[in-house]
């Protein structure tokens, strides 16, 4: 019986070995799409940071859209890395403990 799910949403409990210039890359895909210009995301080397300071600095119309389908890639990226996820060594401690 299933007891309890734990997201580990900024992943210390697990690592999912992303290769962030990938998802970079397939994100600013998104972006550029969307509408916004290559010089405001040429800026960012990290897909997680692009994605909360894109948000809180473009005021397009479009954003909310486009965010959403940036979090819908995202989210496909990290799929496909999940089989390579490993534990953190001092996971285990912290979930027995739950």
């Known amino acids: 019986m ?3 799910v734990i997201f580990d949403f900024d992943q210390t409990l697990v690592d ?3 290769d962030d210039k990938k998802i970079l890359n397939e994100i600013i895909g998104v972006y550029l ?3 916004l210009s290559r ?3 040429n800026k960012y080397q990290d897909p997680h940071v692009m994605i909360g300071q894109i948000s809180e600095s ?3 119309p479009n954003i909310n859209n486009v ?3 940036v979090y819908k890639k995202l989210a496909e990226c990290e799929i496909r890395y999940i089989d390579r996820a490993t534990i953190f060594p001092t996971s285990n401690k912290v979930l027995e403990k739950l």
């Open 58 to 60: 473009i005021s397009s």
């Open 16 to 18: 999912l070995k992303l």
């Open 33 to 35: 799409k969307g509408g």
């Open 2 to 4: 299933l007891q309890c």
């Open 67 to 69: 965010q959403k389908a």
């Open 39 to 41: 010089e405001t995301l």
